[in-house]
């Protein structure tokens, strides 16, 4: 049976062993022991009090120097090296005076001496000490188990909060190839969310936050914010919608005083355009190879999830880019980044880094902080770059169309199918016609490696549609980055007040000379518009690019019944005649 010897340590009651090869010695501090409360355990030699050690588990051991068998010395190493689950204090009681020999027993593994003749007070307050030693020694090793199971309790937590926090991350980025991105961050969990996907329509988002705090509060923060950015890309949402639709999740699920310093940037390669909204996070730059900085965004909203979306504005700035141009975006934690004794990089240190034309502003902030040398980081540090490429060479790779159930990926020649979707105005308030549409082609058997094509058309025609016809907005409205974001911003209203209006789309796939063909039919009730209109070529406008792109990618295109309906084929299979 285990010997417990905590209860009596945590009274002051001691387990003692008594060593000594004389009676009269071992009969004295055994009275001695029991007067003063303790338990007196007896060996008469070196040897025997090993053996008591291991099988008593004393917590004192008192060791007569001079002893038969085995000396005091002998027995204090070999009880030093016991397999003993606590040690015991040991107290050579001893008459020398030789400090070659007391020194001898403190190398040994003594603790104390006692000089003979003992005397009971000092032989009460050594083993009144060792008592409160002992038991303030135990409670640092209950505390230290303690602190223990608790750290492998959080390591637990945090090791799956990481897993799910990744995986989060990982199924709402597009990592758009045209998107880089570097980061450093203080703790564990990334304080900073970046984030890029490409829209339905082709639009290609990059959205950077910074989280309130840093550490898990603020990854629990940006979990929120991804999981809302990818569900409206998706939908096909402008960057009003999305913003909306971000601040409402965030404002809904963060407790007070926590928030997201954001940007938003959309680039829409078909018509050249970038749109910009900052809330909370350093100045944005337009960058252009040869001039550097040719514009630039501050904050001149509140952060995400600060207020209702109600009491704030989602309305961007547009600007007309060219190829090659770069957006630029980076939190608090670069230009708050300092050297050992220098001051802080600071906004006018990221200027000054990008304000080159020569060097792409990403590679110029790195080299920047790299030669900063930076002696600390106190915050996350992110930089994230957008370059601006022509349609079809910035898209990722599209995923594989699912295949109807016993195809392969590839067209059958008696492929065939008919979609019909009629949007009506109350349905257009609150249902993006585009994604519908988007979900209903991938009903129709498989497209072949013409989807991207597909979308693009879809795009068009849907968009001129509800915007020119339902909705009677003219192109010559966009003719400028201001006009472009009023023309948005119009939609947006008469959308929202629409009472009367329809859209309609038919998707069908026929054969024609042996070859699977898709047609795209889309209608609207406006009042229609005149085939010049669909061709017009003016590289200055910020319209008129759509039906004309559309015209491109198909085979054929007809503008029927006055303009209210646009019908375009595509061969998805060989040569169509």
């Given at each position: 049976m285990p010997i417990d010897r905590g209860a009596g340590t945590a009274t002051g009651r001691l387990r003692v062993l008594v060593a000594d090869d004389s009676p009269v010695q071992l009969l004295f501090l055994e009275h001695a022991l029991r007067a003063l409360g303790h338990m007196p355990i007896t060996a008469r030699n070196g040897r025997e009090a090993v053996e008591r050690c291991i099988t008593d588990a004393p917590d004192v051991v008192l060791l007569d120097l001079e002893m038969p068998v085995l000396d005091g010395i002998g027995a204090c190493r070999e009880i030093r090296a016991a397999p003993l689950g606590e040690q015991p204090g040991i107290v050579f009681v001893t008459a020398t005076a030789d400090e070659n020999e007391l020194a001898g027993c403190l190398e040994a593994g003594g603790d104390s001496f006692l000089s003979k003749p003992v005397s009971k007070g000092v032989l009460g307050a050594q083993l009144t000490s060792f008592a409160r030693n002992r038991t303030l020694g135990r409670l640092v090793r209950q505390q230290a188990d303690a602190l223990m199971a608790h750290q492998a309790r959080v390591d637990e937590e945090l090791r799956v909060a990481r897993s799910v926090f990744d995986r989060v991350m990982t199924y709402s980025d597009g990592a758009l190839a045209n998107v880089r991105v570097a980061q450093a961050d203080v703790s564990s969990f990334a304080g900073d969310l970046v984030l890029s996907m490409e829209s339905p329509s082709g639009v290609q988002y990059l959205f950077a936050g910074d989280c309130t705090g840093h550490g898990l509060p603020a990854a629990l923060t940006a979990m929120p914010a991804a999981s809302a950015f990818a569900s409206a890309v998706r939908r096909g949402l402008d960057a009003g919608g999305i913003l909306t639709t971000m601040n409402d999740r965030l404002a809904q699920a963060l407790p007070d005083g926590y928030f997201v310093a954001a940007a938003l940037v959309g680039y829409d390669p078909l018509h050249q355009m970038a749109s910009i909204w900052n809330g909370g996070l350093p100045d944005l730059y337009i960058w252009r190879h040869g001039h550097g900085i040719v514009d630039t965004v501050s904050s001149m909203h509140p952060p995400l999830g600060a207020l209702g979306?109600?009491?704030?504005?989602?309305?961007?700035?547009?600007?007309?880019?060219?190829?090659?141009?770069?957006?630029?975006?980076?939190?608090?934690?670069?230009?708050?980044?300092?050297?050992?004794?220098?001051?802080?990089?600071?906004?006018?240190?990221?200027?000054?880094?990008?304000?080159?034309?020569?060097?792409?502003?990403?590679?110029?902030?790195?080299?920047?902080?790299?030669?900063?040398?930076?002696?600390?980081?106190?915050?996350?540090?992110?930089?994230?770059?957008?370059?601006?490429?022509?349609?079809?060479?910035?898209?990722?790779?599209?995923?594989?169309?699912?295949?109807?159930?016993?195809?392969?990926?590839?067209?059958?020649?008696?492929?065939?199918?008919?979609?019909?979707?009629?949007?009506?105005?109350?349905?257009?308030?609150?249902?993006?016609?585009?994604?519908?549409?988007?979900?209903?082609?991938?009903?129709?058997?498989?497209?072949?490696?013409?989807?991207?094509?597909?979308?693009?058309?879809?795009?068009?025609?849907?968009?001129?549609?509800?915007?020119?016809?339902?909705?009677?907005?003219?192109?010559?409205?966009?003719?400028?980055?201001?006009?472009?974001?009023?023309?948005?911003?119009?939609?947006?209203?008469?959308?929202?007040?629409?009472?009367?209006?329809?859209?309609?789309?038919?998707?069908?796939?026929?054969?024609?000379?042996?070859?699977?063909?898709?047609?795209?039919?889309?209608?609207?009730?406006?009042?229609?518009?005149?085939?010049?209109?669909?061709?017009?070529?003016?590289d200055q406008w910020y319209s008129g690019r759509g039906l004309q792109l559309v015209r491109e990618l198909t085979d054929t295109v007809r503008v029927l019944d006055d303009g209210r309906t646009v019908e375009a084929t595509l061969c998805l299979q060989g040569a169509c005649v």
């Open positions: 979306s109600a009491e704030t504005e989602f309305v961007p700035i547009w600007f007309r880019v060219e190829p090659g141009d770069r957006v630029l975006v980076h939190s608090d934690g670069v230009s708050e980044s300092r050297s050992i004794d220098g001051p802080m990089f600071g906004e006018a240190g990221v200027r000054a880094a990008i304000a080159r034309g020569d060097v792409a502003p990403f590679e110029a902030v790195q080299e920047a902080l790299d030669a900063l040398m930076c002696s600390s980081q106190d915050d996350d540090i992110t930089i994230a770059e957008l370059e601006c490429l022509p349609r079809g060479t910035a898209r990722t790779a599209a995923p594989a169309t699912p295949a109807v159930a016993g195809r392969g990926p590839d067209i059958h020649r008696d492929a065939s199918g008919r979609v019909l979707l009629e949007i009506e105005a109350a349905a257009l308030r609150s249902i993006d016609p585009l994604a519908m549409a988007s979900q209903l082609a991938q009903a129709l058997p498989a497209l072949a490696d013409r989807g991207g094509d597909i979308q693009v058309v879809l795009t068009e025609l849907i968009a001129n549609a509800v915007q020119h016809g339902v909705l009677g907005l003219s192109s010559i409205d966009k003719q400028s980055p201001d006009g472009f974001a009023n023309f948005y911003q119009e939609v947006r209203q008469r959308t929202a007040a629409l009472r009367h209006g329809w859209v309609r789309i038919e998707l069908a796939i026929t054969t024609r000379v042996d070859h699977p063909v898709l047609s795209i039919r889309v209608s609207d009730s406006g009042e229609g518009f005149a085939p010049w209109e669909a061709t017009t070529d003016n």
